[in-house]
């Protein structure tokens, strides 16, 4: 097809587009589209956060939330009771939450 394309002269520029457009839509699906379903999942995670949920920062500080407002929490960290409040965005796991679905998924 491609072949027959380019020896016609004509038809070489149009199936360069439709390439092009191919290879941008495949590369969507399989790079952009993923990345954006781990965002939602992860901004969901940090909405549903409550008092109690044992969480790590994405610096690796491990903690209990004892405080929840719209876009801040506190933690309370080791056995001195240390309290750092901290933006929701600087969340990266959910302990509690992780093991739960790790439970359900073992069940399974």
Do not use: C, Y
């Not at 491990?62 to 719209?70: A, D, K, Q, S």
Request: proline share 1%; net charge positive.
């Amino acid at each position: 097809m491609f072949l027959a394309a380019a020896a016609t002269g004509g038809g070489s520029s149009t199936s360069m587009i439709i390439l092009l457009l191919v290879f941008f839509v495949l590369m969507w699906f399989f790079m952009i589209r993923p990345e954006k379903k781990k965002q939602k999942k992860i901004e969901a995670m940090r909405n549903a956060l409550s008092v109690g949920d044992e969480v790590v920062t994405i610096g690796g500080i491990m903690g209990t939330i004892v405080h929840v407002t719209e876009d801040d929490i506190t933690i309370e960290t080791g056995e001195d009771k240390v309290r750092v409040q901290l933006k929701k965005w600087a969340i990266g796991t959910n302990v509690r939450a992780e093991t739960a679905e790790a439970k359900e998924k073992e069940k399974k």
